[in-house]
């Protein structure tokens, strides 16, 4: 009786230690002493500072600032001991002079905006306002005078719904609200309807008083704050413009960029305060889904109210400066290179656009610096070679990361495993991650070894909803995926930054008192980005993992599918995603039996891994656009940011064209088919022993299991025989 009291007692500790809940904050999971000394590194202290001298001046691109702030970034990394050079790109930049726009006509309505951003006293910073000209990237000068038109958000489908309402935009100025595609292409798709001119504003119910308090009382857009950006078309071709023989053809003539990848009509962004006297005399049909946040109808117009839109600009061809710094790895480059990178450049003073990426990797590049130095004991050198980017011009065009990319564009393809961008970092609580699918696993497993910065009892993937978006565009790793097939990631968290997106009012006094008061998110993505880069950089196994991604062709070709109304055959791709799925299931079944060996195989398996995304490429592009070579995935041509799968199928069968998508099907059958064919090889070579579907880490806890469950079994039926001895006796 006494040992099965003590068996009963023991039962009872484990199932006690198993189910109680240690709530005392998590620390981070390093599994090494490098990862540890990193991990060690990152605080909110220094970022705060870094942060507060960032964002001390305006750093547009290709300005005094933006140099002396690239001169700076490349002074610290030099100092730290990396090896930082600059690199010079020579880009089109269009920079303000002056503009205007005012109602003309009727004279009851005569009106003209501000175009100014108020200084807010809260906000030290902002006293720029009178020199921060409002303008958007690319826009010509122009100056016209026309009818007015809205069009809500401006997509495809709001000019379709025109047409169907018999308004016509030629020879119109429209007026569109930002939000649901990129600006650019709202301009793009006004300019080929006829419209003469683009005014694009700020509704409340978007980014403003709907969302919640308006700065400086809250973090959400105020009556007169403006969203400057780039109206170049880059689901078209990023970068500078004037590479037509990459963009457009290569017979092109050298100014065709003009009116096909930047507006040849004039553009201005405005505030809300200043659209609303303009919307509210607009008569015409209404639509009640384009009605916004403001005490107005909504009508489309044309008229009665004409409308004088002037612009004038200075364009340049000037330098841009992408600072880069390469960690030498103990491995040959042919064994696999990082490469990192975040923009630098900012339409005005950019503290989550992207100063807070900024900061992000120059606390990355301080972690590995302190790694690299061995605090004076032991120097260490990673496995694989890191790049550290901090890029310039991101935010005219991608200008800077899509120029180093073409510049070296046959050593990134040979021997880039990844590229890890980080953009807006931080602007609020909600993370976000769009990916290539070979990297959602290990990116997973990593963000659960971390601790989330809002509730530090649980990890960051515990507070994530695991969702993985697909890479669309408007961000440097645009180059690298679309353009070279490198599998991609993009990170951070949101939530609240878009009432201040490219304003005055992005500043540092936004960040510390909305955007992250105490820096503990800056501080887990500083955490973030470098665990992930070093266990990319040293995995004695590349953690690619193709069946993974096999799985998420399927759900594309069920988007695709369903979108298939014009009877196009698309059996091929489904056969070959079932054929890549089967060698990539061999591929991980490979892993699991290398994962605790040395063996020849170790290389070869990198290898195909390495390349293996390479096979996506397709030299002739998709159908319209040259750059983008990429047949899995790409930005929708009338998104601009939004992704689009299977794009130029899913854009062929959009359109009605079923020669173009049976021809596009083909086309990603046979890359997909190229994929396969890449691991086949290795992959082939697995032992049929191995057991698949279960990790070790699975059949450990299966035999844990298992063990408590006979603890607990052989507990109760000693117990049951203990009591039949007490309670039948002798008669």
């Known amino acids: ?29 390093a599994r090494n002493e490098i990862e540890k000394t990193f991990l060690s590194v990152p605080n909110p202290q220094s970022i705060y500072n870094t942060q507060e001298f960032l964002t001390s001046a305006p750093r547009l691109a290709g300005t005094p600032d933006g140099y002396d702030l690239a001169v700076w970034v490349r002074d610290q990394w030099i100092q730290w001991g990396l090896n930082a050079t600059i690199e010079v790109e020579e880009v089109l930049l269009t920079y303000p002079i002056s503009h205007n726009l005012s109602v003309v006509s009727p004279s009851e309505f005569v009106f003209t905006a501000s175009l100014v951003e108020p ?60 939000g649901r595609i990129f600006r650019g292409t709202k ?24 969302r919640g308090e308006v700065y400086p009382n809250g973090p959400y857009r105020p009556e007169f704050g403006v969203q400057r950006g780039s109206v170049q078309y880059m689901s078209i071709c990023p970068g500078d413009p004037r590479r037509t023989a990459e963009c457009i053809s290569p017979s092109a003539p050298s100014d065709s960029y003009v009116g096909t990848l930047i507006p ?101 590049a301080k972690g590995l610096s302190v790694l690299l130095n061995g605090n004076g004991t032991h120097p260490w050198k990673p496995q694989r070679s890191i790049y550290l980017c901090s890029w310039d011009g991101e935010e005219y065009g991608l200008l800077g990361s899509t120029g180093f990319g073409e510049r070296h564009a046959s050593f990134l393809q040979n021997y880039t495993i990844a590229y890890i961008n980080v953009d807006g970092a931080v602007g609020g609580t909600r993370f976000d991650v769009e990916a290539t699918p070979s990297l959602s696993d290990v990116f997973s497993e990593t963000l659960a070894d971390l601790p989330s910065p809002g509730n530090s009892s649980k990890s960051i ?153 390479r096979s996506f490429y ?23 940011y939004g992704a689009d799968v299977f794009p130029g199928l899913l854009q062929a069968l959009e359109e009605g064209n079923s020669t173009l998508a049976q021809a596009q099907a083909k086309i990603i059958a046979t890359r997909i088919e190229s994929v396969r064919d890449t691991l086949y090889p290795v992959a082939v070579k697995r032992p049929l022993s191995v057991h698949k579907g279960l990790t070790p880490a699975a059949i450990a806890g299966i035999v844990i299991a298992s063990i408590i469950a006979v603890i607990i079994i052989a507990a109760v039926v000693l117990y049951y025989k203990a009591h039949r001895r007490v309670d039948y006796k002798p008669v």
């Not at 790895?329 to 900024?358: K, L, P, Q, Y």
């Not at 030299?619 to 040259?626: A, D, S, T, Y």
């Open 1 to 29: 009786m006494y040992l099965l009291q003590r068996g009963s007692l023991l039962v009872c500790s484990i199932i006690l230690l198993l189910s109680i809940d240690f709530s005392v904050g998590l620390l981070p999971n």
């Open 119 to 178: 200084y807010v006293p809260l906000d030290p910073t902002s006293n720029i306002s009178a020199n921060a000209i409002t303008f958007n990237g690319y826009a010509p000068s122009g100056d016209v005078t026309a009818e007015l038109v809205y069009v809500n958000y401006g997509t495809i489908q709001d000019f379709q719904h025109l047409q169907q309402l018999n308004v016509s935009v030629a020879g119109k100025i429209v007026i569109v609200r930002y």
């Open 187 to 210: 301009v793009m798709l006004a300019q080929q309807a006829g419209a003469v001119g683009v005014i694009i504003y700020s509704d409340p119910i978007d980014d403003g008083y709907w």
């Open 264 to 364: 040849n009509i004039p553009v201005l962004p405005i505030s809300w305060g200043d659209a609303l006297p303009i919307l509210r005399n607009l008569t015409g049909a209404t639509v009640k889904e384009w009605v916004g946040g403001l005490p107005i109808p909504y009508h489309i117009g044309p008229g009665p109210i004409t409308v004088h839109l002037q612009t004038e600009v200075s364009t340049v061809v000037t330098p841009i400066w992408n600072v880069v710094a390469r960690i030498d790895g103990e491995r040959d480059d042919d064994e696999g290179v990082v490469v990192v990178g975040a923009h630098r450049d900012a339409w005005v003073f950019g503290s989550e656009d992207n100063m807070s990426g900024t900061s992000v990797l120059h606390e990355v």
């Open 461 to 613: 993937y515990d507070q994530w909803d695991k969702y993985i978006g697909v890479l669309g565009g408007g961000s440097d790793y645009t180059v690298f995926i679309d353009g070279l097939t490198i599998p991609s990631i993009n990170f951070g968290y949101s939530g609240i930054s878009g009432g201040i997106y490219h304003s005055i009012y992005d500043s540092f006094y936004w960040m510390k008192t909305f955007g992250d008061p105490q820096f503990l998110y800056h501080t887990a993505m500083s955490q973030l980005t470098g665990l992930f880069t070093l266990r990319i950089s040293e995995s004695k196994l590349l953690p690619l993992n193709f069946a993974t991604y096999a799985t998420q062709l399927q759900q594309y070709y069920n988007t695709v599918s369903n979108a298939n109304k014009i009877g196009v055959d698309l059996s091929s791709i489904k056969t070959s995603i079932a054929n890549l799925q089967e060698v990539a299931e061999w591929m991980e079944s490979l892993r699991e039996h290398l994962s605790d060996t040395e063996s020849d195989l170790i290389g070869p398996f990198n290898k195909v891994l390495l390349l293996a995304e």
């Open 618 to 640: 397709n030299e002739e592009g998709l159908p319209q656009r040259l750059f983008f070579k990429h047949v899995v995935q790409a930005p929708g041509i009338y998104k601009g």
